[in-house]
């Protein structure tokens, strides 16, 4: 797409700072637009669309990586050893 074109190349700031990097977060709320205004023609239920457009904000918008998630249920799952 056009509006990431100008990060094509920065593979190496996105596993390094992932959307702290300026440049991928702004192409990250350009895709947000993008794809929010064209979700409700795919014709998804709305429990679901309502499910993919909470996903998109929170990874996109909020910028928090599905990685962040994963740590944190795990902490919140474990039992503390005795």
């Given at each position: 797409?056009?509006?990431?074109?100008?990060?094509?190349?920065?593979?190496?700031?996105?596993?390094?700072?992932?959307?702290?990097?300026?440049?991928?977060?702004?192409?990250?709320?350009?895709?947000?637009?993008?794809?929010?205004?064209?979700?409700?023609?795919?014709?998804?239920?709305?429990?679901?669309l309502?499910?993919?457009?909470?996903?998109?904000?929170?990874?996109?918008?909020?910028?928090?990586?599905?990685?962040?998630?994963?740590?944190?249920?795990?902490?919140?799952?474990?039992?503390?050893?005795?």
């Amino acid at each position: 797409m056009r509006c990431c074109a100008g990060t094509a190349s920065h593979w190496q700031q996105a596993t390094e700072a992932g959307l702290a990097d300026p440049a991928l977060r702004d192409c990250a709320g350009r895709l947000l637009a993008v794809v929010g205004e064209r979700l409700p023609g795919l014709g998804l239920p709305d429990p679901l669309l309502a499910q993919v457009e909470r996903l998109l904000q929170r990874r996109l918008g909020a910028a928090i990586s599905p990685g962040l998630d994963e740590l944190s249920a795990g902490v919140g799952n474990q039992e503390v050893a005795r």
